[in-house]
């Protein structure tokens, strides 16, 4: 091996050790110190314009290509437990692929699986997992075209981590990212949030009050294509994951450099969702979906794309906000009873491994 | 979600759970075992031709693509120790994964790379990882260009487990591939094989007896590229990794369906590897390489591709073989002492997590 000297800025840790010696579970917990552990680590270390543009994926100019864009997106599998009501690992690691690609505006075609699988782990469970994720990349129509499998010694894993990357394609000439978010937007959002963090939690917990908690987990990619074929001037989609819909508002408001105000009332939470919450002294805003995601579309497109997605049956998409002139990076919500809040990211850990 | 019913393909585990109840270590040991898993268990369920190629990475047919093909493809890594003598964990995911494209024939362009973090790991190390792998990647000369990162609870992990997958692209219109192989094809072999997984275990084990035996890991593609840019007719390239050479001349004489005859006394093995083998009581020709590959050339090339193999300085590269009139699948050996034994792919646990 090539022996090289490291660079200066290596000599580092570019993380403050006093504050962080080790890492924590809120590293993985989508809110503020994930936020830094990517920026601060794995941004200065890799750095490069693509990694940079900090979306769901990264759009790649590939020599020779010129009708078509490649867009390429990766995410690991550690959910606890493996199946839960709606889903189980192995098609959320399907559908969280494939949805990170359609919100860069891609269609998905393709996806790596690899495997890191316990020893001890049932054949059994291990089959039924591998057929979900068939049946999910038949239900999206992707392929699963190449993988790796691994074993880590009993006590080294958690039965089994899946991380699967996605490869797409752009079909429409489109430039959808949080970039491209521009004032008087108005801000939309698919369906109801945070069934799926909440039915995870109430799975693991052994919480039975709320029988009917199914998770959201869904491929967005069909509801996404129509939107683009509609012809509608989209600006941004993101999908709701770890951190909630007030992590996704609070990074695209930071990234496009523009302030957002929402309305509380108009975002819609379940009843299940809200007890659940209450209980567990959780905020809606700041748990996952796996199949909900915020749009930011023209004044004059909102009408037709909520009736787009509506059609898909992914939840009632509902209005819930604009982008207005102030401060850059802040996310401002009309309360309920009349007030105003600042909307932040959260930070520590909130859930941990719900996806 | 769609509730889909599952089909009757799906009702039976297709690896008889009477011999495997449980994955076993020896599942992702690089031998027999691993071969079913993947053939019965993920080949059956992801059932496509691209899967089924059974190569180091896929080819991709991309819509609107003419002039330029993309190679896919992952591997996830959980080596233990994280630093060896030679390497990292962060400098193999790099390696690992790009040469499984140039291994396709195809020029490494992008990487991803998914962290999953064990609670408690020292900030520095991971720092150090990452550094390492910014390094690999210049070195190669491909870029980290998207990501993703999880965070497992103490006792959940080992450390740190990284997975990349790879996007490469033909600048060649060559078709290197197992199935290419053909009768009267000479078996080059690039340098000594069995460093990187005795670097590993003396490592592991904490033997001090070899201080000298470090890991051959290196990324070859620039080694590839210069033997497809010199327009030599190679039918096939494939990296010597788990399973070591044994198990890559059994896979490649399966999949090509001829028959490999190779004679031992031209198989580089240095002293360090010998003596350590012989300690653990493992053949070298089991035993993993991380930058050494075989290649399958016409006998008009061999000299040539030797040359171009050697000016890499990646080892002493050698004929070791060919490709025979014979039984299909079959891979005899002519031993030092004259005879003549069939190789055989080893089964069992072998050298677990030396990637």
Same mark, same amino acid.
């Given at each position: ?5 490291? &660079? ?144 880590? &010694? ?96 609070? &990074? ?104």
């Amino acid at each position: 091996m090539t022996k090289t000297t490291p &660079e200066s800025f290596e000599l580092i840790c570019p993380i403050p050790l006093a504050d962080y010696p080790r890492v924590l579970m809120a590293h993985g917990s989508g809110g503020r110190m994930m936020q830094q552990l990517i920026e601060k680590m794995f941004y200065r270390a890799f750095d490069n314009p693509e990694l940079l543009s900090g979306h769901d994926g990264v759009t790649l100019n590939m020599g020779g290509i010129e009708t078509s864009k490649v867009v390429f997106t990766t995410d690991s599998y550690v959910i606890r437990p493996l199946f839960f009501p709606g889903g189980d690992i192995g098609s959320l690691a399907v559908y969280g692929t494939i949805n990170d690609l359609a919100m860069c505006g891609a269609k998905p075609r393709y996806l790596s699986a690899a495997f890191i699988l316990e020893e001890g782990l049932d054949m059994e469970i291990l089959w039924q997992v591998v057929c979900s994720m068939r049946r999910a990349a038949d239900l999206a129509r992707v392929k699963i075209v190449t993988g790796d499998t691994k074993v880590v &010694e009993k006590g080294k894993g958690d039965g089994l981590y899946i991380n699967t990357a996605g490869i797409g394609e752009m079909h429409h000439a489109v430039h959808i990212h949080p970039q491209n978010v521009k004032l008087g937007d108005k801000v939309i959002v698919s369906g109801d949030i945070g069934r799926h963090g909440m039915a995870v939690m109430a799975q693991r917990e052994g919480l039975s009050f709320e029988s009917d908690l199914t998770s959201d987990a869904a491929p967005l990619n069909h509801c996404v294509m129509a939107l683009l074929d509609a012809g509608l001037d989209i600006h941004c989609l993101r999908d709701i994951t770890r951190g909630g819909l007030a992590s996704v508002l609070c &990074e695209i408001a930071q990234s496009a450099a523009v302030r957002i105000d929402i309305d509380q009332q108009q975002i819609p939470v379940s009843d299940e969702v809200n007890s659940a919450c209450e209980l567990l002294g959780l905020n809606p805003l700041h748990v996952a979906c796996e199949g909900r995601f915020v749009g930011f579309v023209t004044p004059t497109a909102v009408e037709q794309a909520l009736e787009i997605i509506a059609s898909f049956n992914h939840g009632d998409p509902v209005y819930i906000g604009e982008v207005t002139a102030g401060e850059a990076g802040l996310v401002t919500m009309k309360t309920a009873i009349g007030g105003q809040r600042i909307l932040d990211m959260p930070s520590g850990e909130l859930l941990p491994r719900i996806c």
